[in-house]
C-alpha cells in the first residue's frame, strides 16, 4: 500500500539523517545548529507579516514570560536598543548549543564508564575463557579440582553467551562452547564411528545403540556438562545470531525444542542428537551428518533435508509435509515408522519434471521405511487412480 512505502521511505531516510549527523564534526554541529535558529528566526519573522500567521505570534507576544524577553515595548520615549535584539538573538541560539554541549559532556562520561566496564568485563572474559579451556591455574591436585573449576568457568560462559556483558563477547563465548564441544567428540571417536556408518561396516551398522553407548562412556564430567550446557542454552545458540553452518551438535538433547523457521543448520554435525517433539518447520539440514540421529514426534514440515546422511538414524511419527526430503543415498535408509508424506515433498533433484507414476515409485522407498501418505496426497493420487467409465452403444 502507499502509506506503507511512505512509511518505509521516511524510516530509510531518516537512518541515512541520522548517520550522516552523527558523522559530522562538533564544531560544525554547533555551526550547524545556530545557523538553523537563526534560519527559524527569520522565518518565523516573516510569517509573522503574513495575516493568516500573525494571530500565532500574539500568543507569546502576550505572555507575561517570553513577551518582555522577546518583545519588549516599543514606543518613542522607549526605543528598542541593539542590546535587546542581540540579548534575545544570543538566548535563542545559546540555549540549544547549551544543550548540545550538556548532552555531548553527559555522552563522554557514560562513553568512559562503558569503556571502563568493557575493559574490566574483558578481563574477565580472558580469565574465565583459559579455566573453560581447560588451562586452570594453580591447581596441581587431583583431575577433578581442575575439572570442577573448568565446569563452573563454563557456566560463567553462559553470561556471556547471553549477552550479558555486552555482545561483544557472545560470539567469542559460543565459539568456545562449540569448539570444545567438537574437540571433546573428535577425541572420543565420533568421526571413526560416522565413516564406518558410511562405508557400512557390520560390526558398527548391526547395533548402532551400543556403540553410541560406548562413545558416551567415553565422555569425562566437562564434556557431559557442556552437552547439558549447549542444550540449556539452546534458545541462545540458535537464536539465529550465530553462523550454525559446520558446527558440531552431537550427542545433544533437543527435546521439546522450538526452532525459529528458515533457520540454517546446513553441514553441520548431529550424531547421536535426539529430537522429541520439536518444532523444526522450514529448517534448513542440508548435507548435515545425521547418522543415528532420532527425530521423533517432530515438524519437519517444509524442512530441507536434502543430501542429509540418516544412516541409522529414525524419522518416526513426524509430519514431512512439503519437506524437501531428497536424503543422501546411503547404506540404510531411516526408520519412519508412523510419518507422513504428502504431495508437496520434493524427493528427487528432478522431482517437477518426473510423471505421477515415478514419483510414486519414489515415494515406495519411503512406504517401505514406514512413512504413510496424508490424507491430501491420498486425495491426489485418487485423481490419477480414476478411469472414464466405458458405455455401451
Not at 502509506?3 to 554547533?30: D, G, M
Not at 583459559?130 to 594453580?138: C, D, I, P
Not at 521405511?369 to 486425495?379: M, P
Request: hydrophobic share 40%; aromatic share 12%; proline share 3%.
Amino acid at each position: 500500500m502507499w502509506w506503507s512505502r511512505i512509511a518505509k521511505f521516511s524510516s530509510t531516510s531518516y537512518r541515512k539523517t541520522r548517520l550522516a549527523w552523527q558523522n559530522v564534526e562538533r564544531p560544525y554541529k554547533l555551526l550547524i545548529t545556530a545557523f538553523l535558529v537563526i534560519t527559524v528566526i527569520i522565518s518565523g519573522e516573516t510569517l509573522s507579516k503574513n495575516p493568516y500567521f500573525s494571530s500565532l505570534f500574539e500568543l507569546p507576544r502576550q505572555s507575561r514570560v517570553f513577551g518582555p524577553i522577546f518583545f519588549p515595548p516599543e514606543s518613542a520615549n522607549n526605543p528598542i536598543e541593539w542590546k535587546d535584539r542581540v540579548q534575545s538573538l544570543l538566548l535563542l541560539i545559546g540555549l540549544p548549543v547549551a544543550f548540545l554541549l550538556w548532552h555531548w559532556r553527559d555522552r563522554n562520561v557514560r562513553d568512559q564508564i562503558e569503556n571502563a566496564r568493557k575493559d574490566t568485563n574483558l578481563r574477565e572474559y580472558l580469565e574465565v575463557q583459559k579455566m573453560a579451556a581447560g588451562l586452570v591455574e594453580g591447581a596441581d591436585g587431583e583431575q577433578s579440582v581442575k575439572c570442577q573449576l573448568q565446569i563452573a568457568a563454563l557456566h560463567q560462559i553462559r553470561g556471556f553467551l547471553r549477552g550479558e556483558y555486552g555482545e561483544s563477547f557472545r560470539r567469542p563465548a559460543f565459539e568456545l562452547l562449540m569448539s570444545g564441544h567438537a574437540n571433546a567428540m573428535e577425541r572420543i571417536g565420533v568421526k571413526q564411528v560416522q565413516k564406518q556408518i558410511s562405508e557400512c561396516d557390520d560390526d558398527i551398522s548391526d547395533d548402532i545403540w551400543v556403540s553410541k553407548e560406548k562413545l558416551i562412556l567415553k565422555m569425562d564430567m566437562v564434556d557431559k556438562e557442556r552437552l547439558e550446557i549447549i542444550k540449556f542454552e539452546y534458545d541462545q545458540i540458535f537464536s539465529g545470531y550465530f553462523n550454525l553452518s559446520g558446527k558440531c551438535f552431537d550427542f545433544i538433547d533437543f527435546t521439546w525444542a522450538e526452532f525459529k523457521p528458515d533457520l540454517k543448520i546446513a553441514n553441520a554435525s548431529f550424531f547421536g542428537a535426539s529430537f522429541f517433539g520439536c518444532l523444526l518447520k522450514s529448517v534448513n539440514f542440508e548435507y548435515s551428518q545425521l547418522q543415528a540421529a532420532e527425530f521423533h514426534d517432530c515438524d519437519l514440515s517444509s524442512a530441507r533435508l536434502w543430501g542429509a546422511h540418516l544412516d541409522r538414524g529414525t524419522l518416526s511419527d513426524c509430519i514431512l509435509w512439503g519437506a524437501n526430503i531428497g536424503i543422501s543415498d546411503t547404506a540404510s535408509f531411516p526408520d519412519c515408522s508412523g510419518s507422513e508424506i504428502d504431495e508437496n515433498c520434493w524427493m528427487a533433484s528432478n522431482w517437477g519434471g518426473l510423471s505421477e507414476d515415478e514419483k510414486e515409485k519414489v515415494r515406495s522407498i519411503w512406504y517401505a521405511a514406514g512413512a504413510s501418505a496424508s490424507e491430501s496426497l491420498q486425495n491426489h493420487l485418487s485423481r490419477f487412480d480414476e478411469t472414464p467409465a466405458v458405455t455401451d452403444k
